[in-house]
């Protein structure tokens, strides 16, 4: 297997993903996006490299030997009129700039074009940690009742709606009423709405009812851009009243596994893989 430039930005999974390289033997290294990075990645071989410096970028992959690049973790959009860039930067950041006006999935298409145009094979998280996909079947927390099944089959039809509007990728169902999706404000925001509506609607500690899907839009790289799930998203699930977190099986990532699924059992909601 081709040695793995991991180009890492905020956040865990990048993390995980570079512990299971370490552990599985595989040769890579680790582009640390300044300023972005969790601190227990300067613990791995790579090198500190800011956003704009695609030049850099290259000079380093091309040291290492590296054929295959993984872009994962949280970046938030530069300002583009105001990034410090290279020559690298300035050759290319004018398109991902162009194509960020079409949105972030746009942006991230741009961004592998342009590795891929130096040779690079791209490779999504799950490919680089098979570990953190979802499974079939139910993950964490008792089984489903049959009315929460109803809503994650409603839920999942309402999110592959709004995914193919290029909208958003969750979408809250209870009772097999759609009570929020999600557009650019993210999971946690959205999940914070529900408390705030009517409580005839709304599950409740006890008594808990409906259900988050995360499904990845149809126009969705999976190589760059997959679902997430993690323990603060089922705190969040958890606070709205919620009775469990669904996700396509092999197309949601879930972050820190064991500590996501015990806790989610421990505040008594289940999560459930859908068959593709």
Not at 227 to 236: F, K, L, N, S
Request: charged letters at 20%; proline letters at 4%.
């Amino acid at each position: 297997m081709s040695k793995l430039a991991l180009i890492a930005g905020g956040g865990w999974v990048p993390v995980e993903i570079a512990r299971y390289l370490k552990a599985s033997g595989r040769d890579y290294c680790v582009i640390r996006l300044a300023g972005l990075v969790d601190e227990e990645l300067n613990g791995h071989p790579g090198h500190d490299i800011d956003i704009g410096h695609f030049q850099q970028i290259f000079v380093a992959l091309a040291q290492e030997g590296c054929k295959a690049v993984c872009m994962v973790g949280y970046v938030k959009r530069p300002d583009f009129d105001t990034l410090k860039r290279d020559e690298g930067g300035a050759a290319h950041l004018p398109s991902i700039q162009q194509a960020g006006r079409g949105g972030d999935d746009s942006l991230l298409r741009q961004v592998a074009k342009v590795f891929e145009s130096q040779g690079y094979v791209i490779e999504g998280a799950h490919e680089a940690n098979p570990q953190l996909l979802l499974d079939e079947g139910l993950q964490a927390g008792a089984a489903p009742s049959a009315e929460a099944l109803a809503d994650v089959h409603e839920a999942f039809r309402i999110a592959h709606a709004i995914g193919a509007l290029d909208i958003g990728q969750a979408v809250v169902v209870a009772d097999r009423i759609t009570l929020a999706v999600e557009a650019q404000e993210g999971t946690d925001a959205l999940l914070k709405r529900i408390p705030t509506l009517s409580p005839v609607l709304i599950g409740r500690e006890g008594a808990r009812k409906g259900v988050l899907a995360k499904v990845a839009k149809p126009i969705q790289d999976l190589r760059l851009d997959m679902p997430t799930i993690g323990v603060q998203t089922v705190e969040a699930a958890a606070a709205a009243g919620l009775a469990g977190i669904v996700g396509q099986a092999g197309a949601l990532l879930v972050v820190d596994k064991a500590r996501t699924y015990a806790r989610a059992a421990e505040l008594g909601l289940f999560i459930y893989g859908h068959a593709p």
